[in-house]
């Protein structure tokens, strides 16, 4: 039992500190989410967890993954982190894509990077 509830505590946490970093408060949140705010902070406080359609919802206001909320990958920390929310939902939609296409993809972004890098220096 005790393992469970550390695991809330750390669901919790990430929660508290994603909805922070979104730069809203816990009622604006809740709003954003359709839940009321008691509820949301029973979610931050670790006193509950939300039902999978409630934790989808958070989950893409957030920009991450229901698996980062609950368990902390640390494969999606990267994505918790990225603020390009548009970018982000790119890279996830390329990552569903036949390894010979994500090869062109990466080539073509390293090709406009390497321009970017190029043109900084001339300048």
């Given at each position: 039992m005790a393992e469970k509830e550390t695991d809330n505590e750390k669901f919790a946490e990430r929660l508290r500190e994603l909805r922070k970093k979104s730069g809203h408060s816990q009622k604006e949140f809740a709003e954003l989410v359709g839940?009321?705010?008691?509820?949301?902070?029973?979610?931050?406080?670790?006193?509950?967890r939300p039902y999978a359609d409630t934790l989808t919802k958070i989950a893409d206001a957030l920009g991450v993954s229901t698996d980062y909320l609950l368990e902390g990958q640390a494969e999606d920390a990267i994505i918790a982190d990225m603020q390009d929310k548009e970018l982000l939902?790119?890279?996830?939609?390329i990552e569903k894509l036949d390894p010979e296409v994500k090869e062109k993809v990466k080539y073509m972004l390293d090709a406009v990077i390497t321009k970017n890098k190029i043109q900084d220096l001339a300048s």
């Open positions: 839940l009321h705010q008691v509820q949301y902070g029973r979610y931050e406080r670790g006193d509950s939902k790119l890279f996830t939609e």
